[in-house]
């Protein structure tokens, strides 16, 4: 009898530090904006070292259970916000833990307007030249194509006659063809402007003789091939975006 109790007392000894180990905690809490203090839906928090998770619900709460002693690195992301790594000691209690997340701000990449809606400049193409009404705007020339000579790199200018409203050749890059036209795509406010030459006399005319220059607000001109994606065969000679000016919300100004 003396002897069975004295295994049974070995057999608690051995048991009741297991206990202990196995004890188990949770990590709760909430995840909000830091500037509003709105809960976030959706936020992920995850711990590395035990390879275990959660997600907030539709109140922004979280729980993480079966969480042992011990310091633990918790990482909190979501998306439009910056991600928070925090160190986590479990002591021997549930945890309470709250998070508040910063929006990530970033700057928008500048936009071009193409075909028949607008593209990231960086996406557009990989070589691109821009005029802008003001390094135009005292130029001593009657038509937009000699407004732009001289001041974009790889773009040739030339008069075929002196003539008022002739036409102009404007090669970008060279010429690409030795039968077909040479001639670039025109584009005035996103729609494709027609450089056939209607002239019934000797010397041809040009087209974008009506446009007076002063009334361009900037001059965008696409280069290489990647202009294709957007304009088709058309741009293999290259792209000239012409944007006008408009109306503009503030103040009357007048310029005499």
Same mark, same amino acid.
Do not use: H, W
């Given at each position: ?17 297991? $206990?202990? #180990? ?6 709760? *809490? ?6 509003? *203090? ?36 918790? /990482?909190?992301?979501?998306? *439009?916000? /910056? ?8 002591? %021997?209690?549930?945890?309470? #833990?709250?998070? +508040? ?8 990449? /500048? ?14 193409? %990989? ?5 802008? !009404? ?27 006659? %002196? ?7 404007? +090669?970008? +890059? ?10 670039? #795509? ?31 607000? $900037? ?7 990647? !202009?294709?994606?957007?304009?088709? $065969?058309?741009? $293999?000679? *290259? ?6 000016? +408009? ?10």
């Amino acid at each position: 009898m003396i002897k069975n109790f004295t295994m049974l007392i070995a057999c608690l000894v051995i048991l009741l530090p297991g $206990s202990a #180990l196995a004890q188990q905690y949770t990590l709760s *809490g909430t995840v909000t904006d830091s500037r509003t *203090g709105e809960r976030l839906i959706g936020a992920n928090l995850f711990i590395a070292d035990l390879n275990r998770g959660a997600t907030t619900n539709v109140d922004g709460e979280y729980s993480i259970s079966q969480l042992s002693d011990g310091t633990y690195l918790l /990482q909190v992301s979501y998306v *439009g916000y /910056q991600s928070l790594i925090q160190s986590v000691t479990i002591d %021997g209690t549930n945890k309470v #833990l709250n998070f +508040r997340l910063v929006a990530d701000d970033v700057d928008l990449d /500048q936009v071009v307007i193409v075909g028949f809606g607008t593209q990231s400049r960086r996406n557009v193409t %990989g070589a691109i030249s821009s005029v802008t !009404a003001e390094e135009i705007a005292n130029v001593p020339v009657n038509t937009v194509e000699s407004a732009i000579q001289g001041r974009t790199p790889g773009v040739f200018v030339q008069r075929e006659t %002196g003539k008022l409203g002739g036409a102009t050749q404007m +090669r970008i +890059r060279g010429a690409s063809s030795v039968t077909a036209s040479n001639q670039p #795509l025109y584009v005035v406010d996103g729609i494709p402007v027609t450089m056939t030459d209607f002239s019934d006399i000797a010397s041809s005319t040009n087209p974008l003789a009506d446009i007076n220059f002063n009334d361009v607000e $900037s001059i965008e001109i696409l280069k290489d091939a990647s !202009a294709a994606a957007i304009y088709g $065969s058309r741009a $293999s000679n *290259g792209v000239i975006l012409i944007t006008t000016k +408009r109306g503009r919300e503030g103040r009357t100004q007048f310029t005499y």
